[in-house]
């Protein structure tokens, strides 16, 4: 709300990647050798930490979060016709558009554009995500230290550094999803909660260490 929509678009990602690589750094690192479950029990934790605190700072109730101009209305409006069918227009339909004469029905069907920034966003993240894990370098490195750190580490690249990065590029697109879905939905305390469930559902049932998977269940 002090800076606005779009300076939290780019503000948000970075301060959230940095507290992600903190975090790994202080925390998740001492117990990766654990495995999974300490992993979660610890990240579970200071989750109930920040809720704490959200609500101690903002309070229980939601916060108002308006999307900014450009992104209030409609993207498209479906048009339906009974006599000349489907029409699609950009924007919001005109009002005489949606009025319907004697013996003709007409349902006009306005779709989000803060919708249809979210799904656009969720793609580019996709592809750059794809091409940075397939075509550069930093992405084979990331590939090879989570199959075969041992050997990654062998040949000079700091694996544990590694991790943190990546842990922090997750945080970072985690803060980019806040800005954009809190515009879009309620911004509450248990935003996360209430998404959290789909996206455990979609993270497992799309595949872990895929991309197309989670893309397919989602």
């Known amino acids: 709300k ?12 970075l301060a959230a990647g940095a507290l992600g690589a903190l975090f790994e750094r202080t925390c998740l690192r001492k117990v990766h050798k654990y495995g999974h479950v300490p992993e979660l029990l610890i990240t579970f934790g200071l989750s109930y930490v920040i809720l704490e605190l959200v609500q101690l700072v903002w309070g229980r109730t939601a916060v108002e979060f308006p999307p900014p101009e450009a992104l209030q209305g409609a993207a498209f409006t ?16 005109p009002a005489a558009l949606c009025q319907a004469a004697e013996g003709v029905r007409v349902v006009c069907s306005p779709f989000p554009a803060t919708r249809g920034f979210m799904m656009l966003t969720a793609v580019l993240m996709l592809v750059a995500l794809g091409l940075l894990l397939t075509k550069t370098r930093i992405g084979l490195v990331i ?38 879905g809190g515009s879009t939905f309620v911004t509450e305390p248990n935003m996360a909660a209430i998404v959290g469930s789909i996206i455990f559902l979609v993270g497992v049932g799309g595949g872990m260490g895929s991309l197309a998977g989670p893309f397919g269940a989602s």
């Open 2 to 13: 002090i800076t606005g929509f779009w300076v939290g678009l780019f503000i948000a990602p």
């Open 78 to 93: 479906l048009v339906q016709h009974s006599v000349d069918g489907i029409r699609l227009v950009f924007g919001s339909a």
């Open 143 to 180: 590939q090879a230290a989570l199959t075969h750190p041992d050997t990654v580490e062998a040949l000079g690249h700091n694996v544990p550094r590694v991790f943190m990065l990546v842990f922090g590029a997750g945080a970072a697109l985690a803060g980019l999803a806040g800005v954009i």
